[in-house]
């Protein structure tokens, strides 16, 4: 496909349940990042890969978030005993290049995941 | 107070109007600004880079002031599919690493 794709694209959850939400990013982009957006707001950054290399996860708000990158390309976001306030949109981008080569990279979107925990 | 802020809005402008959209970001590190248009239950996409010269793009022209800290959107004679939030977003890159900060956005509504 030609754009960033996720899946799947709307998720319920009971409450204490674990969920996975994966990420296609373009063919041959470098980086990877996973975004929370709670309606009415914009994307709240959750972590960032080169690759396979998760260089920044500092945005994850707890232990139950965990995220991989592990050949390079598709990416799974992990959260565990999932609790109410962890319904959102979670949006996955990739861009081109790593940040450190060039700061003004277009980060391509997917439709995201739309998780509901009941 | 968060990193980048914006004015929520909403703006309601008659087609043909001229608006402006104003951001403001606390990290003087940031390096790279940028407009991002999200249209409603979809994902954000691309509206143009900023740079430190400003600039323009048909109908769309952007502007930064390191100074200040600010960075502004105007937009020429509204077209009805303007109508979407438009986000502004801050990178601050730290060695092989970096973080894109988003504003909670500007609700733009073009009416007939």
């Known amino acids: 496909g030609a754009g960033v794709s996720q899946s799947p694209r709307y998720k319920v959850a009971k409450r204490g349940q674990d969920v996975a939400l994966r990420c296609d990013p373009i063919?041959?982009?470098?980086?990877l990042f996973w975004y929370q957006q709670a309606l009415g707001q914009g994307p709240e950054f959750l972590t960032y890969?080169?690759?396979?290399?998760?260089?920044?996860k500092s945005g994850l708000p707890s232990d139950r978030f965990f995220a991989e990158r592990p050949e390079g390309s598709v990416s799974t976001l992990k959260i565990q005993r999932t609790q109410q306030e962890d319904s959102a949109v979670y949006l996955c981008?990739?861009?081109?290049?790593?940040?450190?080569?060039?700061?003004?990279?277009?980060?391509?979107f997917g439709p995201g995941t739309r998780l509901t925990v009941l | 107070r968060k990193e980048v802020e914006q004015d929520p809005g909403p703006f309601n402008v008659p087609e043909g109007a001229t608006v402006a959209f104003n951001c403001t970001y606390s990290?003087?590190?940031?390096?790279?600004f940028f407009w991002y248009r999200q249209d409603c239950r979809k994902e954000p996409k691309l509206l143009m880079s900023?740079?430190?010269s400003g600039n323009e793009d048909g109908r769309f022209t952007a502007q930064l002031n390191r100074a200040s800290q600010y960075i502004s959107l105007l937009i020429r004679d509204s077209k009805l599919s303007d109508s979407a939030t438009y986000l502004c977003?801050?990178?601050?890159?730290?060695?092989?690493?970096?973080?894109?900060?988003f504003g909670d956005g500007t609700t733009l509504t073009v009416k007939p």
């Open positions: 981008a990739s861009s081109l290049k790593n940040l450190a080569v060039s700061s003004y990279n277009e980060q391509f």
């Open positions: 063919s041959g982009h470098v980086s």
């Open positions: 890969f080169q690759n396979e290399a998760q260089l920044d």
């Open positions: 990290n003087s590190a940031s390096q790279s």
């Open positions: 900023v740079y430190s």
């Open positions: 977003v801050v990178n601050i890159l730290r060695t092989n690493a970096g973080k894109s900060t």
